[in-house]
């Protein structure tokens, strides 16, 4: 997730990892959510940090919510969505 890094959540879930498993290499690398899931499900990841929802969900996955976050939108006035409170993610 790229905006792991600046949510602090990245740095936070790396620094609990090498206390509890100091003896494990770390290895970090950035891509999206669905290649996450494909190489997790192939056994070349062993985790991935994803915004959830997942438009494709694979069964033997398990997930954790580390954290939860405010997202906002920027719409013109007039922009028919603006007139509603909150608008799903899944709206767009």
């Known amino acids: 997730m790229p905006s792991a890094a600046f949510s602090g959540i990245l740095s936070q879930t790396a620094s609990e990892f090498r206390q509890h498993a100091p003896e494990i290499q770390l290895l970090l690398e950035e891509m999206l959510g669905p290649e996450q899931l494909i190489k997790i499900a192939a056994g070349i990841l062993d985790a991935g940090i994803i915004r959830l929802p997942i438009e494709h969900e694979l069964a033997h996955l398990e997930t954790k919510v580390l954290m939860k976050e405010r997202m906002v939108i920027a ?5 028919p969505l603006a007139r509603l409170k909150e608008i799903s993610v899944r709206t767009w």
Do not use: A, G
């Not at 719409?75 to 922009?79: A, F, G, L, Q, Y």
């Open 75 to 79: 719409i013109k006035e007039d922009h």
